[in-house]
């Protein structure tokens, strides 16, 4: 099966919908154009689709409700966990400080701009 994500006018993913590998195919080999058009057969020829998969071999991330295509990047970014995180090269959003890497639990304090221990 195929995986297509509808995005808004500001390529926001508004819902992400499954797609018979069948009606994704030319000449037999799977073709995301020809799955877009399956897509837009269904929703409307104005609607804007991108092929997603759930093992991020296309566009970095699967594509849920609410991530972003970003065209440059090629990628879908999930929404950003916390204002003064940043987007590195694998469209992965990382901490102003690294997350310990002591094997213990942790959950980051936005007004601390800390890693806080959690008990188990």
């Not at 390529?11 to 030319?26: A, F, G, Y």
């Not at 296309?58 to 999930?78: E, L, Q, S």
């Amino acid at each position: 099966m195929a995986h297509f994500a509808q995005l808004d006018e500001n390529n926001v993913v508004t819902q992400v919908i499954v797609v018979n590998n069948n009606d994704c195919l030319l000449d037999g080999v799977e073709n995301e154009t020809v799955g877009v058009m399956f897509c837009k057969s269904l929703f409307g020829a104005d609607t804007v689709w991108k092929q997603t998969s759930y093992n991020g071999t296309i566009r970095k991330h699967y594509a849920g409700v609410g991530y972003t295509y970003n065209a440059v990047r090629d990628a879908f970014i999930p929404p950003q966990p916390f204002q003064n995180w940043i987007l590195d090269d694998d469209a992965n959003w990382q901490p102003p400080v690294p997350m310990p890497t002591d094997g213990g639990r942790y959950s980051w304090n936005e007004s601390t701009q800390a890693w806080e221990s959690q008990s188990p």
